[in-house]
């Protein structure tokens, strides 16, 4: 059983360029969220996704950053016009319906540097 | 607001040393918490998940308590080894999903 992909590892974009990062859940996961751990700083929530569906943004910067969950194919985070600011790791998580007394299991995270 | 700490923020102990990492945090309706590791440029290990009905969870050297009235988990790690050298983050569970409120981490290094 695969755990949670994600890709690519490593990207770097230039500033104003757009950056899309990839996640496929766990088999058998059909919830998905997205981290951002900046340097020097903690892992922060940024959104948590069904598929089709976004349950709670609440921690997505409102501008130049989206997510979506499609019914097929693995989930995106996209960032346009990155700045040098979206330097970070960004993680992605998965997790079945119903959390309680399951855990949630992270991807090996895409670093993104932009230059 | 919800806010989870970890101190120390870095810890150098020998080899052998038996060792314990706190986590507190403000939120006493807690649901979960969850300790984790994390090598520099690698993803998350998960260590010990505390559901909010138990006090405390082991595995192996490992052995995480939690004690919600006073808004703290402890992570011990007995007999500790250089390969145990790495960041652990406490996390807190806000509801019955995945959104966690992560700690700083303490970043342990274990000396031969």
């Known amino acids: 059983n695969a755990g949670v992909m994600q890709n690519p590892r490593h990207l770097v974009r230039r500033r104003g360029q757009e950056a899309r990062l990839r996640c496929s859940p766990m088999?058998?996961?059909?919830?998905v969220y997205w981290y951002r751990q900046l340097p020097e700083e903690g892992l922060k929530f940024m959104v948590y996704?069904?598929?089709?569906?976004?349950?709670?943004e609440s921690g997505m910067p409102k501008e130049r950053f989206s997510a979506e969950f499609p019914k097929e194919g693995p989930s995106i985070l996209r960032i346009q016009q990155v700045v040098r600011g979206d330097s970070a790791a960004y993680f992605c998580?998965?997790?079945?319906?119903?959390?309680?007394?399951?855990?949630?299991?992270f991807g090996e995270g895409s670093w993104l540097t932009v230059v | 607001k919800q806010e989870v700490t970890q101190i120390p923020a870095a810890l150098s102990v020998p080899e052998g040393e038996n060792l314990v990492l706190n986590c507190s945090f403000t939120?006493?309706?807690?649901?979960?918490l969850q300790w984790f590791r994390q090598d520099p440029g690698k993803g998350l290990t998960s260590l010990l998940l505390?559901?909010?009905?138990?006090r405390e969870q082991t595995s192996g050297r490992l052995n995480a308590s939690l004690d919600k009235s006073s808004g703290r988990s402890t992570l011990y790690i007995a007999a500790s080894q250089p390969g145990d050298s790495a960041t652990y983050l406490c996390?807190?569970?806000?509801?019955?999903?995945?959104?966690?409120?992560f700690g700083q981490g303490t970043t342990l290094q274990v000396k031969p």
């Open positions: 998580a998965s997790s079945q319906p119903g959390i309680s007394g399951n855990t949630i299991y």
């Open positions: 088999k058998g996961h059909s919830h």
């Open positions: 996704l069904q598929k089709e569906n976004i349950i709670d």
């Open positions: 939120d006493s309706a807690i649901y979960n």
């Open positions: 505390i559901q909010s009905s138990q």
């Open positions: 996390a807190q569970y806000r509801g019955n999903t995945g959104k966690l409120i």
